[in-house]
């Protein structure tokens, strides 16, 4: 009698609530204009049963129909896209929707609560400790790790037979790993054997397309997670027999992401699982995100001789001033490079998409969208807007000069994200991706093998060339 009389309870309950929160929530989605939806499953068959590359394809279609807002259903999950700057800077300035989306809670197994996926008090916390730990005086001391990797990467390029590299993508994932397990964790991969550096990067992009797509997301995690488990005691213990090592023969260890942390940690509550969080995040982050905006900034400098001669020039012009060196301060003379790479990351967003979750209900256009939903932030199309990107599809580096920059619309652009929950380490991916354009163009001559028009293009977690890319690399 008394579960009857319960389980009458719970479903007038379910009921109540349907009828008076969600029929409120889907007359408000519904309002919003979208592409036809299947019953109960909604969008479902377009997002699963489709390849990345007409994932891509598919996106292009709907923000040409529905310009730059719209919804979809996946099962009772409504998903609202957004590519216009003023939406975009409404939702990122908002100190209350700034909640990552649902999709990335597939990363906690590994990620836990690092920055990229806490929340709320626990963000505010890690946010305020890490931030030091990106400050200018900080990132001098990482410089000397970004150019040693960066002239091994140009040392190796000259052993390449022909010159020709078979595939950029993984020679320049390669070179940023180095760069991103030195700086996070004081390890150099160069003592780590090509085959489990190869599976880090692999696993990576198998991840990805987990996150995107309907692979056996709960397996590919724990094989994840059994991976990290099983390196991780490994570096720990190679860390400190490098440490142990150094201290015996009278050497000064390098400064690390981790020692920062471990120092952060005696006058806060970090935990050494927090610390870990911290470290995994920053390799997430740092590495093939670098990569990919790397791999399509040669590319197009490949293509476009004037703009690479240009920088070739700019960066020769630098480093005589200071000794045949590249500086730290020297970085900050490189303006037309910082050009072509913001305008490489225009055109090709390695970061093509932020998820936010609405808290609350916010005014979007003409429309209001309901707390509760699922916000696409649609990077790609936001970088290609013609009214704010004359001739969008056009490489132009000078789109990003001072006096065109301050006219534009301070949310038209956001490589980086922005708001409060920005990349924290965008400076020093910046300050990387210099370092090693300026060695390439020092040491090499660029040439395409293939016209960057014909490389199909995918994506999983980043946008990613779908082929690989061969580039000539003529010693200079």
């Known amino acids: 009698m008394i579960t009857s009389v319960l389980l009458s309870c719970a479903v007038f309950a379910f009921l109540y609530y349907y009828v008076i929160h969600l029929a409120r929530f889907r007359r408000l989605i519904n309002l919003i204009p979208g592409p036809p939806m299947f019953p109960i499953i909604g969008d479902i068959g377009s997002m699963t049963f489709t390849s990345t590359e007409q994932f891509l394809e598919l996106i292009v279609a709907r923000f040409k129909k529905y310009n730059c807002l719209y919804k979809i259903w996946l099962f009772m999950i409504a998903y609202i896209i957004i590519s216009h700057p003023d939406d975009i800077q409404t939702l990122v300035n908002s100190t209350r929707n700034n909640e990552k989306g649902m999709a990335y809670t597939l990363l906690h ?61 993984s020679v320049v994932s390669h070179h940023t790993l180095n760069i991103i397990s030195e700086t996070s964790m004081g390890i150099s991969l160069r003592n780590v054997s090509t ?18 797509y309907r692979y056996p997301i709960v397996q590919v995690i724990k094989e994840r997670k059994q991976y990290h488990e099983s390196t991780n005691g490994r570096f720990l213990n190679f860390e400190k027999a490098e440490e142990d090592e150094e201290i015996i023969g009278g050497g000064k260890k390098r400064l690390a ?74 970085l900050q003379n490189l303006t037309y490079l910082e050009r072509c790479l913001k305008e490489t990351m225009r055109l090709y967003p390695s ?34 807007n013609p009214e704010f990107w004359p001739n969008p599809e056009i490489f132009d580096p000078d789109r990003f000069l001072p006096e065109l920059v301050q006219d534009r619309h301070p949310f038209a652009y956001v490589p980086f994200s922005a708001g409060s929950r920005n990349c924290i380490g965008q400076r020093f991916a910046m300050m990387e991706m210099k370092v090693v354009v300026a060695t390439l163009v020092h040491n090499f001559y660029l040439e395409s093998m293939q016209r960057l028009a014909d490389v199909r293009v995918t994506c999983n977690i980043l946008l990613r060339p779908a082929e690989r890319l061969r580039v000539k690399f003529v010693p200079i």
């Open 109 to 169: 197994s590994w990620l836990g609560d690092g920055l990229l996926l806490s929340k709320g008090a626990k963000w505010q916390e890690r946010r305020k400790i890490l931030t030091p730990a990106f400050h200018f005086h900080i990132l001098k001391r990482f410089f000397d790790i970004l150019i040693e990797e960066s002239n091994h990467m140009a040392k190796s390029l000259k052993d390449i037979k022909s010159s020709t590299v078979e595939d950029l993508a």
């Open 195 to 212: 085959l489990e550096q190869q599976q880090y990067r692999e696993t990576i992009h198998e991840l990805g397309e987990t996150l995107f």
């Open 257 to 330: 992401m981790l020692d920062l942390l471990i120092a952060a940690s005696k006058d806060t509550n970090l935990s050494d699982l927090d610390i870990r969080e911290e470290v995994d995040t920053f390799m997430f982050e740092g590495h093939d995100t670098v990569a990919m905006a790397l791999t399509f900034a040669i590319l197009l400098l490949a293509e476009h001789k004037d703009a690479q001669d240009r920088v070739r020039d700019e960066v020769n012009a630098v480093m005589e001033e200071n000794g045949g060196k590249l500086t730290m301060a020297a």
């Open 351 to 384: 970061v093509f998409f932020i998820l936010r979750k609405l808290t609350e209900d916010v005014k979007m256009q003409s429309y209001l969208v309901p707390g509760g939903t699922q916000v696409y932030i649609d990077i790609l199309h936001l970088h290609k």
